[in-house]
């Protein structure tokens, strides 16, 4: 009565759900991680050949798996939740259309394989349903600025200094994280520049590594910008007015570098070019 009451139990551990016995060569278990459609799946595999890699394609609702066995006759079962995949599959083994037996219930899909074929094969497993029973997560949109790594993001200096070790670089990150980024106020103005800043940028940054010309001219008309907020890191900034007030300071002198003084110099040019103009003319007509 023992002994009929342990091959009863050995029959229900190792019969599958809808199968027979599988081959005393059939022993590899495989759990395959499927992430898509903001969802989680595991597909179960049980067979005596090896899973090297596998995909899956939510558009053309299919499962790929690829294999690599040593044997010639190979064997397996898988198990394919029905959230995942289900409806009426089509099989294809290295690409020729393949006809393994398949059963169902309301929650899994029951696949026995069998197929001959040493080495490398793969099994391309097409549905006519995804994500049965449940709602795709759409992801939500990622801001640019997230993109960029914590104590990165100087393209267009590291651009023109050639890596970020530089220390015009150093110098614009330490103001950044050691200045700005320690009051609201600076963290606000970061943010809002952060969105100006990298719209342009990476694709500036891309043109002067292409360009030399390009490169130094950006360098050139940089320059002063860049040194005037050298002086940031040498002026105490412990609270919110004394931010405001640096960043006033800085935005001012960089308007008048790039537009008052171009402004004047332009006004004193013309002035001399009429200045030259009348005495051309006055020593033309004492001549005549």
Known sequence: ???????????LVFTPAFGQLLSDRTGLVNRLDVQT????????????????????NKDEKRLTVFINSGLENNIGEMIIPISLLSGNFTFYLNDQQYHPIV?????????????T????????????TVFSGLEEKIP?????SELIPEGGGCLIA???YGTELAPQVQQLREIRDDKLMQTSSGRSFMESFNGFYYSFSPTIADYQR?????KESVKIFLTPMLTSLLILNHTPMDDESEVVGMGIGVILLNVGMYVVAPLILVTQLKQLYSRIALRTAGNSHDNC
């Open 1 to 11: 009565m023992k002994s009929l009451l342990f091959v009863l139990l050995l029959v």
């Open 37 to 56: 459609g903001g969802h989680s799946f595991e597909v179960e595999s049980v067979s005596n050949y090896e899973i090297t890699d596998h995909t899956f």
């Open 103 to 115: 059963k169902s219930s309301d929650r899994i899909s029951f696949i026995t394989l069998n197929f």
């Open 117 to 128: 074929g040493k080495g490398d094969n793969k099994i391309d497993i097409i549905g006519t």
């Open 140 to 144: 939500e949109p990622i801001v640019e």
């Open 158 to 160: 590291t651009a023109i």
């Open 210 to 214: 292409e360009n030399p010309l390009f």
